[in-house]
């Protein structure tokens, strides 16, 4: 019912930037709140930013300063602009997002997401 494909990611040196992108689509009456998370090799996944249907965001304290999310409605797109990057910013990055299906039902879905490396 509902797709969400992220891109952007890739391999880095430290004090660079990637734009990631979460992208939904399917039968999508209105898109919520949508969160990226990341996963790093032995430890548990962790929501790195999240905003909300009327843009209100929130972030982790590590990267608070140096990240931004943003959306795009008429897109149904979220942004994560991640400036400043540290080699623990290194793991496999996926969007989550509450969609509307219509006024009276929604589900939640997750992308299939997209590795940040970051290394010199």
């Known amino acids: 019912q509902v797709q969400l494909v992220e891109s952007g990611g890739g391999l880095v040196q430290p004090g660079g930037s990637l734009r990631l992108s979460c992208a939904a689509s399917?039968?999508?009456?209105?898109?919520?709140?949508v969160g990226w998370y990341r996963q790093a090799p032995g430890k548990q996944r962790e929501l790195v930013a999240a905003?909300?249907?009327?843009?209100?965001?929130n972030y982790a304290d590590s990267v608070k300063g140096r990240f931004t999310i943003a959306r795009d409605n008429t897109k149904n797109t979220v942004y994560l602009q991640m400036n400043s990057l540290k080699p623990e910013d290194t793991a496999v990055y996926y969007c989550?997002?509450?969609?509307?299906?219509?006024?009276?039902?929604?589900?939640?879905?997750w992308g299939q997401g997209t590795q940040v490396t970051v290394s010199s």
């Open positions: 399917g039968s999508i009456f209105r898109v919520n709140t």
């Open positions: 989550n997002a509450d969609v509307a299906l219509s006024s009276r039902s929604s589900v939640n879905a």
């Open positions: 905003i909300t249907s009327g843009s209100i965001t």
